[in-house]
């Protein structure tokens, strides 16, 4: 499966980015998708999921009520809709697909996943 992510870009602080990210290679709408972002010099961290129907998703609390993420299973895309930046938001954001399909529970950890894309810049100016 590979997985191309785009959105990214300069924002400032207080503004507004959407990300994608477009799978392709087997079944998207059989498997919960997440969104994972790392700044430099951090660990790489959790941002949101949402599972393989839509019909559930998970967030960091660090991004609870600004972020949204979504998914359209016709377009094989997730997305994650980035409000109120800060400059703490400021990483290279990776969608990543879980290994098991139909997994009920949604998972913050990142080895459950096993399909990563290639990453996007966000970048916030305060």
């Known amino acids: 499966v590979q997985l191309q992510a785009s959105g990214g870009g300069l924002v400032r602080a207080g503004g507004s980015l959407g990300l994608s990210c477009v799978a392709s290679?087997?079944?998207?709408?059989?498997?919960?998708m997440g969104w994972f972002r790392q700044a430099p010099g951090k660990e790489r961290e959790f941002v949101a999921a949402i599972r393989w129907s839509g019909t559930s998703t998970l967030y960091a609390d660090s991004v609870k009520g600004r972020f949204t993420i979504s998914r359209d299973n016709a377009k094989n895309t997730v997305y994650l809709q980035m409000n109120s930046l800060k400059s703490e938001d400021a990483a290279v954001y990776y969608c990543a697909a879980d290994g098991v399909a139909f997994r009920t529970v949604l998972s913050s950890l990142a080895y459950r996943y096993a399909y990563w894309g290639q990453g996007t810049l966000v970048t916030v100016s305060s």
């Open positions: 290679g087997r079944t998207f709408s059989s498997y919960n």
